[in-house]
């Protein structure tokens, strides 16, 4: 039933204190603002992760490393730790349940990669010989994947995405067999694949065999990443 007493109560005391009734239509406003933005930006950066891994084998596991929290036997935190190839041939060996086991590596940042007159700067990765067994949802419009071979025997080849294609290459010159520069050094294309992962942009990478990349560009041999498949 309308109380006609208790809203002009109401009304009275919203005119008697409207700056404190603004105060606190304002903090309401604001409040329901930050956690839609909280919630929008929550929900993004889920999408993004999801979008980035839907793409590997369902089975697939990263490990990754990062900086030190704690000081270890005279060691300062803050240090930077990283793999190694060793450790990755000890797991190889030693543990059980593992299918394919795939390190990456990549230079810091992105470098200019030249064809001939045209260049763009991309992000450049080694691939160990069972990665493209872990990321099986590249899709290869062109050539083939990296392979066994091409790590064992370190040879120079490289598979690009379609987006490197599109700009190091004219529209109907086939990139297959062409040579791209990399840091001053030739790589010869075998591969052209278009992959999903972060929206489309890891299409804009350059894949080589892991061995090469660790003999051209990785002299200590560390390795940032590896991924693994359980059995």
């Known amino acids: 039933m309308f109380d006609y007493d ?3 109560e109401i009304f009275e005391t919203i005119r008697k204190n409207k700056w404190r009734t603004v105060a606190t239509a304002f903090g309401v406003f604001w409040g329901i603002l930050m956690l839609v933005l909280l919630l929008g930006a929550g929900q993004g950066l889920q999408n993004g992760v999801i979008s980035s891994m839907i793409l590997d084998a ?3 596991i990263w490990f990754f490393t990062d900086q030190t929290s704690m000081p270890y036997k005279g060691h300062p935190p803050g240090r930077y730790i990283s793999f190694t190839e060793e450790d990755l041939e000890y797991i190889e060996k030693n543990i059980e349940g593992f299918e394919f086991i795939a390190p990456e590596n990549w ?6 990669i030249v064809y001939q ?3 763009g700067s991309y992000q450049v990765l080694g691939a160990g010989k069972d990665y493209f067994n872990i990321k099986i949802y590249q899709d290869y ?6 392979n066994l071979l091409d790590n064992m025997e370190s040879r120079k080849v490289c598979v690009i995405g379609d987006r ?6 004219e529209p109907g010159v086939d990139p297959i067999g062409k040579e791209i520069i990399i840091k001053g050094v030739a790589f010869k294309v075998v591969g052209i694949f278009h992959d999903d992962g972060w929206g489309g ?3 804009e990478r350059i894949y080589l065999p892991f061995s090469t990349f660790q003999t051209t560009f990785n002299p200590d041999k560390s390795v940032r990443l590896f991924a693994v498949t359980t059995k």
């Open 201 to 203: 942009r890891f299409s």
């Open 6 to 8: 208790k809203w002009q």
């Open 164 to 169: 490197v294609q599109e700009a190091l290459f």
């Open 58 to 60: 369902t089975n697939s």
């Open 107 to 112: 230079l810091g940042g992105t470098f200019n």
């Open 117 to 119: 007159r045209r260049s």
């Open 141 to 146: 419009t062109a050539g083939r994947k990296l």
